[in-house]
């Protein structure tokens, strides 16, 4: 099964793919004749999620310099693949959070979620406020502009042409508590090859 890419932009507007997708590959299977049932992988299903974030992904890059590859993989951890609750419901792909109220141009709303935080080699329970989104090119955007104009991610854009060391800054300016978030960041850029979707930043 392969949604067309305007059907799939709508349901990443809404929030929606991961359910539609699921309800798709139910309704596909049980109304067609098994010899020609065709097996929905979840490689097929990767690759229409990181297909639908690139264009975002690549005019983010342009206006905010950075890397193709680093925001897409950043999706798709922060979001699970768009599984996640704040993706799902609220287009939030990067689990950016409202700070203080704040929630930026791009941001409809906040809404607060149960979530683990981790710090001094231990983790706990908490929960935080989290931006609300429109659409899926919105929460990109929103994502790019988001490490600009917070100082202290400042030295990742020296390597905005280097994607493996600007999430090893993104982790040393503490963007995620995980100790080894630069490590799963690369490991996704290396496993789905993000790199061939990054352009050269001035």
Not at 40 to 48: I, R, S
Not at 156 to 165: E, S
Not at 166 to 193: E, G, I, K
């Amino acid at each position: 099964m392969k949604l067309p890419r305007p059907v799939l932009a709508a349901l990443l507007a809404a929030g929606m793919f991961s359910v539609v997708v699921v309800s798709a590959i139910a309704a596909t299977a049980a109304t067609t004749p098994s010899s020609t049932k065709r097996v929905v992988t979840p490689a097929m299903v990767h690759a229409q999620f990181i297909a639908a974030l690139a264009g975002p992904a690549r005019a983010s890059a342009r206006t905010y310099r950075v890397p193709v590859s680093v925001t897409l993989a950043q999706a798709i951890l922060e979001s699970g693949w768009g599984a996640s609750g704040l993706s799902t419901r609220d287009r939030n792909y990067f689990g950016i959070k409202c700070l203080s109220g704040v929630r930026g141009p791009y941001a409809s709303g906040c809404r607060t979620y149960a979530t683990r935080e981790c710090g001094g080699g231990r983790c706990w329970s908490t929960s935080a406020s989290f931006r609300v989104y429109r659409t899926l090119a919105d929460s990109v955007a929103d994502h790019g502009r988001f490490l600009v104009v917070n100082g202290r991610y400042a030295t990742a854009f020296a390597y905005r042409n280097n994607p493996n060391q600007f999430a090893v800054r993104l982790q040393l300016s503490q963007y995620a508590t995980s100790p080894t978030y630069a490590q799963n960041l690369q490991q996704l850029m290396r496993q789905y090859n993000l790199y061939r979707y990054d352009i050269k930043i001035p």
